[in-house]
């Protein structure tokens, strides 16, 4: 299996995975790259550590072997993605470098029109699903994230969507509120059979 963290910031899921060969991290702040390149516990591939604004950056600006591995319709079933987004409302500044509004996104303006008024976390699903077909999607976001007054993406994303457990979001660092936030998977057939003994 091929894994990419497409939201990493230090890169904090990608610890214990071994293939560091087959491993991608991208984040949109220049320091998380820092950090996870000089982090020896984390033992990442500097050249597979990169800097990517994921709701404004073409797929071009990967590094060639992600780029090939999403080109290829049998490695993408094999493709991995770990999504841990910004919890950002539709209204607030997602792009800290440039000072865009979410609704300023080049990602938002392409899915918009279809699913109404999507927030950040809605942007990444969307985007993963239908520019990365058959890939696997694993996303750490509260459920309410994913549907409260979402009604069209609920009801065109909600089936594909299954939430494996959830948490309490006062158990990572830095919370301090009481929510609950869910690991869910998504891909077309919703069956993670394929991926047992990863």
Known sequence: YYVWDCAAGTGNLLYGL????????????SEDIIYMQSNEDLGMKKEN???????????????LKLKSIIENEEQRKRLIILMNPPYIASNVCLDRIGGDRISNCIIYKKYNKEYKEPNSINLFTLRLYIEIPGCHIFSLAPVDYLFNRRRTFREKMGSKIKILFGVEASIFEDIKSAFAINFSYVNEMNDISPLYGV
């Not at 071994?18 to 702040?29: D, G, P, R």
Request: aromatic residues 18%; hydrophobic residues 40%; proline residues 4%.
């Open 18 to 29: 071994t293939n560091k060969e087959n491993i991608f991290a991208s984040t949109i702040e």
């Open 49 to 63: 550590v990169f800097q990517f604004d994921f709701l404004n950056d073409s797929f071009d600006k990967l590094p």
